[in-house]
Nanobody, 116 residues
Framework: QVRLVESGGGLVQPGGSLRLSCVASGFNFDVSSMSWYRQVTGKERELVAT????????NYAESVKGRFTISRDNAKNTVYLQMNALKPEDTAVYLCTVMPFLRRYWGQGTQVTVSS
């Protein structure tokens, strides 16, 4: 059974940083691409960043390039999203996702709120 559990969200002031984690199980994490999306109520989910199984640098949405960094630790079955220089418009539920068996799976999400 595929399971994705996100953590690390919270309330942060503009300009601050957060590090999100997503612990995965139930599939071969080592060979799977992992992604972070975010969603604001009433809007479509937005792809934030993706990292392939052999990638180091990742791919990013234009809105987060230079501020967010996606990384993975295959020994821990965990993907991370380091978020720096946060802006109020980064406020959203952040979700981890993978598609290992021709079906996309999602975690429950973690809320990130950027506000003074």
């Amino acid at each position: 059974q595929v399971r994705l559990v996100e953590s690390g969200g919270g309330l942060v002031q503009p300009g601050g940083s957060l590090r999100l984690s997503c612990v995965a199980s139930g599939f071969n994490f080592d060979v799977s691409s992992m992604s972070w999306y975010r969603q604001v109520t009433g809007k479509e989910r937005e792809l934030v960043a993706t990292i392939s199984h052999g990638d180091i640098t990742g791919n990013y949405a234009e809105s987060v390039k230079g501020r967010f960094t996606i990384s993975r630790d295959n020994a821990k079955n965990t993907v991370y999203l380091q978020m720096n220089a946060l802006k109020p418009e980064d406020t959203a539920v952040y979700l981890c996702t993978v598609m290992p068996f021709l079906r996309r799976y999602w975690g429950q999400g973690t809320q990130v709120t950027v506000s003074s």
